[in-house]
């Protein structure tokens, strides 16, 4: 396995999101007002504390990165800022379930792309203060997003960004997972133990241990008897901690194949041995997300 390609860079990744954070819900980049979609078709006052609803892809190479997810799971592709194609909101089967963002290189810099993963919590706010007192930091502090709701960027203690958000019409329902819909995010981490209170004191998930493959121990992360995310010790020295994004699938090993003849890269590849069938791929511009076989008995009640 190519261990460079799950190399998370900070600097100009970050700085660009805080850009394109600060200037959501104003202008464009052509002047237009950019409007984030909603993250659910239906509003309702029901908010999943800890569970993974919406996901950002900032790219440098959004018309390939359109074609290559729209290829691979059928996804669709629309203009979120009208007159503006430098945004597109990322939908499946109709639903909305992401934004792609064209990030501008500065001189070469920009080497790679990104996903970035959206945690629903009750109250930004006091989400922000437990993850300062906790020995996290605030990348970008609570603000409001038109349509979307209140959210901020923030660090975990081992320096892994992710987004806390409360959307403003409501979470997604826990409905059974879709192919090719999100099946939620995994932490990967140097210091589980550390992470695990961390996360615990932020929005109250319970692990469960299982035995899967290379991992030792990886762990599924519940929050009131839902699982909502993953975690997982990174078996790598150089590698640091991200939150990787997961994709339920119908068939994956095809999905596997058809990544690497779309210019995809197989980063950790089906093994036998594994509980699950999962694979971590990275797009063409390097993205990296994870594919998990759904079964038929699988629903939001148990994704493993």
Same mark, same amino acid.
């Given at each position: 396995?190519?261990?460079?390609?799950?190399?998370?860079?900070?600097?100009?990744?970050?700085?660009?999101?805080?850009?394109?954070?600060?200037?959501?819900?104003?202008?464009?980049?052509?002047?237009?007002?950019?409007?984030?979609?909603?993250?659910?078709?239906?509003?309702?006052?029901?908010?999943?504390?800890?569970?993974?609803?919406?996901?950002?892809?900032?790219?440098?190479?959004?018309?390939?990165?359109?074609?290559?997810?729209?290829?691979?799971?059928?996804?669709?592709?629309?203009?979120?800022?009208?007159?503006?194609?430098?945004?597109?909101?990322?939908?499946?089967?109709?639903?909305?379930?992401?934004?792609?963002?064209?990030?501008?290189?500065?001189?070469?810099?920009?080497?790679?792309?990104?996903?970035?993963?959206?945690?629903?919590?009750?109250?930004?706010?006091?989400?922000?203060?437990?993850?300062?007192?906790?020995?996290?930091?605030?990348?970008?502090?609570?603000?409001?997003?038109?349509?979307?709701?209140?959210?901020?960027?923030?660090?975990?203690?081992?320096?892994?960004?992710?987004?806390?958000?409360?959307?403003?019409?409501?979470?997604?329902?826990?409905?059974?997972?879709?192919?090719?819909?999100?099946?939620? =995010?995994?932490?990967?981490?140097?210091?589980? /133990?550390?992470?695990?209170?961390?996360?615990?004191? !932020? %929005? &109250?998930?319970? +692990?469960?241990?299982?035995?899967?493959?290379?991992?030792?121990?990886?762990?599924?992360?519940?929050?009131?008897?839902?699982?909502?995310?993953?975690?997982?010790?990174?078996?790598?020295?150089?590698?640091?901690?991200?939150?990787?994004?997961?994709?339920?699938? =119908?068939?994956?090993?095809?999905?596997?194949? /058809?990544?690497?003849?779309?210019?995809?890269?197989? !980063? %950790? &590849?089906?093994? +036998?041995?594994?509980?699950?069938?999962?694979?971590?791929?990275?797009?063409?511009?390097?993205?990296?997300?994870?594919?998990?076989?759904?079964?038929?008995?699988?629903?939001?009640?148990?994704?493993?």
């Amino acid at each position: 396995m190519k261990k460079d390609r799950l190399l998370f860079r900070k600097g100009w990744f970050r700085f660009f999101v805080a850009v394109w954070f600060l200037g959501a819900g104003v202008l464009g980049c052509a002047g237009s007002k950019v409007i984030l979609p909603r993250v659910s078709n239906e509003s309702n006052s029901i908010h999943h504390v800890g569970k993974f609803i919406w996901f950002d892809l900032f790219t440098r190479d959004l018309p390939g990165a359109c074609d290559f997810y729209g290829r691979l799971f059928g996804w669709s592709f629309e203009d979120t800022a009208p007159g503006s194609s430098n945004i597109k909101t990322i939908r499946n089967d109709g639903t909305p379930m992401g934004n792609v963002v064209q990030m501008k290189s500065d001189a070469g810099k920009i080497t790679e792309s990104r996903w970035l993963s959206f945690m629903s919590v009750e109250n930004v706010d006091q989400a922000v203060e437990r993850i300062t007192e906790n020995g996290g930091s605030v990348h970008i502090p609570p603000k409001e997003v038109p349509d979307r709701g209140r959210l901020a960027l923030v660090y975990d203690p081992e320096g892994a960004l992710f987004a806390v958000l409360t959307a403003s019409k409501g979470d997604p329902p826990d409905d059974p997972y879709v192919p090719n819909g999100w099946i939620g =995010s995994e932490l990967w981490t140097l210091h589980v /133990k550390g992470a695990l209170k961390f996360y615990g004191q !932020l %929005v &109250g998930y319970q +692990p469960e241990t299982r035995k899967v493959g290379m991992a030792s121990s990886y762990l599924l992360l519940y929050r009131d008897g839902q699982p909502r995310g993953g975690m997982v010790k990174i078996p790598w020295k150089d590698v640091k901690p991200n939150w990787v994004p997961y994709i339920g699938v =119908s068939d994956i090993e095809a999905i596997v194949e /058809k990544a690497k003849k779309l210019g995809g890269k197989v !980063l %950790v &590849g089906l093994d +036998p041995d594994r509980e699950d069938d999962v694979a971590i791929l990275a797009d063409p511009s390097g993205a990296v997300f994870g594919v998990l076989q759904l079964r038929a008995d699988m629903n939001r009640g148990d994704p493993s």
